[in-house]
């Protein structure tokens, strides 16, 4: 019965950036977020969700919005290295790095080649699948937006020359309905205060002007991107904002006669992104310095052009990295070799002969797995798996049945990551408590960092409410099709 009343009612995702279990539990069942409150009461509440890896969040975005792993969608991190280019790609790590790499070209690289050069066209977003149907759609606040609707977005006066574009404006695909800052919003008198990405008063009326207008679409997608620089210089437990959050979700429940009645005319969810993993204090020891390691190499200059005589690239999303090798002479196994002398880092993966390897910081010996083999996750996933499993705190059955343990989904995962651009490179992570730092890198000492595959960062919340339909897994990469069959 109930199957069939939610048939086709409109969707509402609200992503709130970095919200996590623990914290959502917290503000939930003391009454202090009456309306997460509300929603976990009479809905369903799954506090274990898998996250994209990096757990960063244009990656994780473009995971939720194509349903699937980076091998597939190309975004690879917040920051990679595009090897055909000999180009750094920067969409925006924070202040400093974002200045070397040219303010121009990140913006450039954030609002139009993420959407339109990068995100594989080989995968479909959720926008455009739906648009198929001739159904419609929104996002808003989302800096991955790609659908099929042309629209002519502009950009602020004050940044203008600071993108590529003619009198900085450009013709984006988009879903039906696009709000993203001052760059396109639904109401003309609205007044974003930053240019995109935070301030959830203004993402939350964008929401409610749709509902109050009658345009609310088969499926809206609402990002609240507020609490991610808070929780990076608080730390992990700071739940203030989740509060003032939940006042503008009560807002928007209170359009309806009664908040139950807002559940029989939509289906509601409330998802995180990433987690945060603390971290340590003091700069020397809780910055792991990738220049120091590789100090007997030439590594490649953030505003500077690649040279022959670069040997290294260094990526640093925050907890993970990607190492790059340039130089034809070396090997991946020398780098290899200095990065595990470190107890700081945890998980050092590559690839080679159709396999992928991984040694540990910590652990002893090396775990290599391909897919498709006789040992089965639970996630319906198969896979050949030898070597010391404890490095990925992997768990197998006499029935060659696979669980995970604090990597979750992290074969795929891997797999993901090292499939997800061209180039002979690492994917390196850290231990909870420590993060990367290469020239330019924003730390974040004393509060919380994220990017790798540990637990902490990986697992996240989702609310449901409005039906009783599941996804078939608890991962991101689920998201897109449990949505479809919904809409
Ligand atoms: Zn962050």
């Given at each position: 019965?109930a199957?069939?009343?939610?048939?086709g009612?409109?969707?509402?995702l609200l992503?709130?950036?970095?919200?996590?279990?623990?914290?959502?539990?917290?503000?939930?069942?003391?009454?202090?977020?009456?309306?997460?409150?509300f929603?976990?009461?009479?809905?369903?509440?799954?506090?274990d969700?898998?996250?994209?890896?990096?757990?960063?969040?244009?990656?994780?975005?473009?995971?939720?919005?194509?349903?699937?792993?980076?091998?597939?969608?190309?975004?690879?991190?917040?920051?990679?290295?595009?090897?055909?280019k000999?180009?750094?790609?920067?969409?925006?790590?924070?202040?400093?790095?974002t200045?070397r790499?040219?303010?121009?070209?990140?913006?450039?690289?954030?609002l139009?080649?993420?959407?339109?050069?990068?995100?594989s066209?080989?995968?479909?977003?959720?926008?455009?699948?739906?648009a198929?149907?001739?159904?419609?759609?929104a996002?808003?606040?989302?800096?991955?937006?790609?659908?099929?609707h042309?629209q002519?977005?502009?950009?602020?006066?004050?940044?203008?020359?600071?993108?590529?574009?003619?009198?900085?404006?450009?013709?984006?695909?988009?879903?039906?309905?696009?709000?993203?800052?001052?760059?396109?919003?639904?109401?003309s008198?609205?007044?974003?205060?930053q240019?995109?990405?935070?301030?959830?008063?203004?993402?939350?009326?964008?929401?409610?002007?749709?509902?109050?207008?009658?345009?609310?679409p088969q499926?809206?997608?609402?990002?609240?991107?507020?609490?991610?620089?808070?929780?990076h210089?608080?730390?992990?437990?700071?739940?203030?904002m989740?509060?003032?959050?939940?006042n503008?979700i009560?807002?928007?429940?209170?359009m309806?006669?009664?908040?139950?009645?807002?559940?029989?005319q939509?289906?509601w969810?409330?998802?995180?992104?990433?987690?945060?993993?603390?971290?340590?204090?003091?700069?020397?020891?809780h910055?792991?310095?990738l220049?120091k390691?590789?100090?007997?190499?030439?590594?490649?200059?953030?505003?500077?052009?690649v040279?022959?005589?670069?040997?290294?690239v260094?990526?640093?999303?925050?907890?993970?990295?990607?190492i790059?090798?340039?130089?034809?002479?070396?090997?991946?196994d020398?780098?290899?070799?200095?990065?595990?002398?470190?107890?700081?880092?945890?998980?050092?993966?590559?690839?080679r002969?159709?396999a992928?390897?991984?040694?540990?910081?910590?652990?002893?010996?090396?775990?290599?797995?391909r897919p498709?083999?006789?040992?089965?996750?639970?996630?319906?996933?198969?896979?050949?798996?030898?070597g010391?499993?404890?490095?990925?705190?992997?768990?197998?059955?006499?029935?060659?049945?696979?669980?995970?343990?604090?990597?979750?989904?992290a074969?795929?995962?891997?797999?993901?990551?090292?499939?997800?651009?061209?180039?002979?490179?690492?994917?390196?992570?850290?231990?909870?408590?420590y993060?990367?730092?290469?020239?330019a890198?924003p730390a974040?000492?004393?509060?919380?960092?994220?990017?790798?595959?540990?637990?902490?960062?990986?697992?996240?919340?989702?609310?449901?409410a409005?039906?009783?339909?599941?996804?078939?897994?608890?991962r991101?990469?689920?998201?897109?099709?449990?949505?479809l069959?919904l809409?």
């Amino acid at each position: 019965m109930a199957q069939q009343q939610s048939a086709g009612k409109p969707v509402i995702l609200l992503n709130i950036d970095s919200l996590m279990p623990y914290a959502l539990e917290q503000v939930a069942q003391t009454g202090r977020a009456p309306a997460l409150q509300f929603l976990m009461e009479n809905g369903m509440y799954f506090p274990d969700m898998v996250s994209s890896f990096p757990t960063m969040s244009v990656t994780i975005d473009s995971t939720l919005l194509t349903g699937t792993y980076p091998d597939q969608h190309q975004i690879p991190g917040l920051h990679w290295f595009d090897i055909n280019k000999k180009q750094f790609v920067n969409y925006g790590t924070g202040f400093r790095e974002t200045f070397r790499i040219g303010m121009r070209r990140s913006i450039h690289n954030m609002l139009y080649r993420l959407n339109h050069e990068h995100l594989s066209k080989n995968v479909t977003t959720i926008y455009e699948d739906l648009a198929h149907k001739n159904t419609s759609s929104a996002s808003i606040n989302s800096f991955v937006y790609r659908g099929n609707h042309p629209q002519r977005l502009k950009t602020p006066k004050l940044l203008s020359a600071l993108t590529h574009f003619e009198d900085g404006e450009w013709i984006a695909e988009t879903p039906t309905e696009f709000s993203l800052g001052a760059f396109s919003k639904f109401r003309s008198k609205g007044v974003p205060t930053q240019v995109a990405a935070g301030n959830y008063k203004y993402t939350a009326k964008e929401l409610r002007h749709l509902i109050k207008t009658n345009k609310l679409p088969q499926f809206t997608f609402c990002i609240f991107q507020d609490m991610d620089t808070r929780l990076h210089f608080k730390g992990p437990t700071y739940m203030k904002m989740i509060l003032k959050i939940d006042n503008e979700i009560q807002k928007i429940l209170n359009m309806y006669p009664s908040w139950k009645e807002a559940l029989y005319q939509n289906i509601w969810m409330v998802i995180g992104d990433n987690g945060h993993s603390a971290t340590g204090t003091r700069r020397r020891k809780h910055a792991i310095d990738l220049r120091k390691i590789f100090k007997r190499y030439r590594i490649a200059r953030l505003q500077k052009s690649v040279t022959e005589k670069d040997q290294l690239v260094l990526c640093v999303n925050q907890r993970m990295a990607f190492i790059y090798l340039l130089d034809k002479k070396a090997s991946l196994d020398s780098l290899v070799a200095l990065l595990k002398k470190d107890k700081r880092i945890d998980v050092i993966a590559w690839k080679r002969d159709g396999a992928i390897h991984v040694v540990s910081g910590i652990k002893e010996g090396t775990v290599s797995f391909r897919p498709n083999g006789p040992v089965t996750d639970i996630y319906d996933q198969t896979w050949y798996i030898s070597g010391n499993l404890d490095i990925l705190d992997l768990h197998v059955t006499n029935h060659q049945f696979l669980t995970f343990g604090n990597y979750p989904d992290a074969l795929a995962r891997l797999y993901g990551a090292l499939h997800s651009h061209s180039g002979t490179y690492l994917v390196v992570n850290a231990k909870p408590g420590y993060e990367f730092k290469a020239q330019a890198t924003p730390a974040h000492l004393s509060g919380a960092a994220h990017g790798s595959l540990h637990r902490q960062e990986s697992l996240v919340p989702l609310l449901v409410a409005g039906t009783n339909k599941k996804p078939a897994h608890r991962r991101f990469t689920d998201m897109k099709n449990y949505i479809l069959n919904l809409c």
